[in-house]
Protein backbone atom coordinates (compact mmCIF):
# COMPACT_ATOMS: atom_id res chain seq x y z
CA UNK A 1 0.00 0.00 0.00
CA UNK A 2 1.35 3.35 -0.68
CA UNK A 3 0.43 6.88 0.80
CA UNK A 4 -1.08 9.13 -1.55
CA UNK A 5 -0.21 12.83 -1.48
CA UNK A 6 -2.14 15.68 -3.41
CA UNK A 7 -1.06 19.29 -4.43
CA UNK A 8 -3.25 20.64 -1.59
CA UNK A 9 -0.89 18.74 0.65
CA UNK A 10 2.16 20.07 -0.15
CA UNK A 11 0.83 23.53 -0.59
CA UNK A 12 -0.29 23.73 2.79
CA UNK A 13 2.64 22.33 4.38
CA UNK A 14 4.75 24.40 6.57
CA UNK A 15 7.69 26.43 4.86
CA UNK A 16 10.34 23.61 6.26
CA UNK A 17 8.95 20.12 6.11
CA UNK A 18 5.57 18.27 7.11
CA UNK A 19 5.21 14.52 7.53
CA UNK A 20 1.63 12.89 6.34
CA UNK A 21 -1.21 13.16 9.23
CA UNK A 22 -1.67 10.72 11.89
CA UNK A 23 -4.93 9.40 10.07
CA UNK A 24 -2.81 8.15 7.03
CA UNK A 25 -3.48 4.99 5.86
CA UNK A 26 -1.11 2.35 8.05
CA UNK A 27 0.64 -1.05 6.76
CA UNK A 28 -1.36 -3.98 7.02
CA UNK A 29 -0.10 -6.36 9.60
CA UNK A 30 2.99 -8.60 8.25
CA UNK A 31 3.63 -5.73 6.00
CA UNK A 32 7.47 -4.05 6.65
CA UNK A 33 6.24 -0.78 8.09
CA UNK A 34 7.83 2.12 6.04
CA UNK A 35 8.94 5.50 7.24
CA UNK A 36 6.04 8.36 6.27
CA UNK A 37 7.51 10.54 3.40
CA UNK A 38 8.68 13.82 4.15
CA UNK A 39 7.48 16.33 1.72
CA UNK A 40 9.80 20.26 1.27
CA UNK A 41 8.07 22.88 -0.18
CA UNK A 42 9.73 25.93 -1.80
CA UNK A 43 10.08 29.33 0.23
CA UNK A 44 7.54 30.97 -0.60
CA UNK A 45 7.43 34.80 -2.11
CA UNK A 46 6.68 37.56 0.13
CA UNK A 47 3.49 38.37 -2.09
CA UNK A 48 1.25 35.29 -3.58
CA UNK A 49 1.92 37.15 -7.00
CA UNK A 50 5.58 38.60 -6.53
CA UNK A 51 6.85 36.26 -9.59
CA UNK A 52 4.38 38.75 -11.78
CA UNK A 53 6.56 41.42 -11.31
CA UNK A 54 9.34 40.40 -13.58
CA UNK A 55 6.63 39.46 -16.89
CA UNK A 56 6.72 42.27 -19.29
CA UNK A 57 3.75 43.82 -21.14
CA UNK A 58 3.05 46.03 -24.41
CA UNK A 59 2.43 49.45 -23.37
CA UNK A 60 2.12 52.31 -25.51
CA UNK A 61 1.32 55.89 -25.13
CA UNK A 62 -1.58 57.20 -27.43
CA UNK A 63 -1.25 60.32 -28.62
CA UNK A 64 -4.91 60.81 -30.57
CA UNK A 65 -6.70 59.01 -32.89
CA UNK A 66 -8.18 58.75 -36.62
CA UNK A 67 -9.97 56.93 -38.93
CA UNK A 68 -8.68 56.81 -42.09
CA UNK A 69 -10.43 54.95 -45.62
CA UNK A 70 -8.16 52.56 -47.30
CA UNK A 71 -7.65 55.26 -50.13
CA UNK A 72 -6.46 57.36 -47.38
CA UNK A 73 -4.07 55.13 -46.49
CA UNK A 74 -2.69 54.01 -49.49
CA UNK A 75 -2.37 58.35 -50.13
CA UNK A 76 0.29 58.62 -47.18
CA UNK A 77 3.62 59.34 -47.92
CA UNK A 78 6.33 61.11 -46.68
CA UNK A 79 5.78 64.56 -45.55
CA UNK A 80 2.36 63.03 -45.18
CA UNK A 81 0.22 64.93 -42.08
CA UNK A 82 -2.23 63.08 -40.60
CA UNK A 83 -4.74 65.11 -37.82
CA UNK A 84 -5.29 63.47 -34.97
CA UNK A 85 -8.50 64.14 -32.18
CA UNK A 86 -6.66 65.66 -29.50
CA UNK A 87 -5.26 69.46 -29.43
CA UNK A 88 -2.35 70.04 -28.37
CA UNK A 89 -1.71 70.20 -24.48
CA UNK A 90 -4.32 67.19 -24.71
CA UNK A 91 -2.92 64.52 -22.16
CA UNK A 92 -1.19 61.82 -23.99
CA UNK A 93 -2.81 58.15 -22.81
CA UNK A 94 -0.82 54.90 -21.62
CA UNK A 95 -2.89 51.87 -22.99
CA UNK A 96 -1.27 48.14 -21.79
CA UNK A 97 -3.27 45.17 -23.78
CA UNK A 98 -5.78 47.65 -25.35
CA UNK A 99 -7.20 48.73 -22.18
CA UNK A 100 -6.68 52.79 -20.64
CA UNK A 101 -4.38 52.69 -17.50
CA UNK A 102 -3.20 56.21 -17.45
CA UNK A 103 -3.25 59.47 -18.61
CA UNK A 104 -0.42 62.25 -18.34
CA UNK A 105 1.61 64.52 -20.76
CA UNK A 106 4.44 64.16 -23.14
CA UNK A 107 8.03 65.13 -22.53
CA UNK A 108 11.78 64.93 -23.85
CA UNK A 109 14.06 62.74 -21.75
CA UNK A 110 17.88 62.21 -23.43
CA UNK A 111 15.87 63.34 -27.51
CA UNK A 112 12.86 60.42 -26.72
CA UNK A 113 9.79 61.30 -25.91
CA UNK A 114 8.21 59.99 -22.48
CA UNK A 115 5.06 60.39 -20.50
CA UNK A 116 4.76 61.42 -17.15
CA UNK A 117 1.36 59.99 -15.46
CA UNK A 118 0.04 63.24 -14.43
CA UNK A 119 -3.71 60.21 -13.74
CA UNK A 120 -3.83 56.60 -12.96
CA UNK A 121 -7.95 55.32 -14.02
CA UNK A 122 -9.42 53.35 -11.44
CA UNK A 123 -9.97 49.74 -12.46
CA UNK A 124 -12.93 48.27 -14.57
CA UNK A 125 -15.17 45.98 -12.42
CA UNK A 126 -14.83 42.42 -13.68
Known sequence: MSDTVTLADSVLAPEEERSLSPEAPQPVEGEAEASPPVLTSAPQPAHP???????????S?????????????????PGSVVHLDKMLGDPAELVIKDRLIARGEVVVVDDKF?????EILPRRSP
Open 114 to 118: GLRIT
Open 61 to 77: VELGRVVLSIGEVLALG
Open 49 to 59: IEFLKEVEVQA
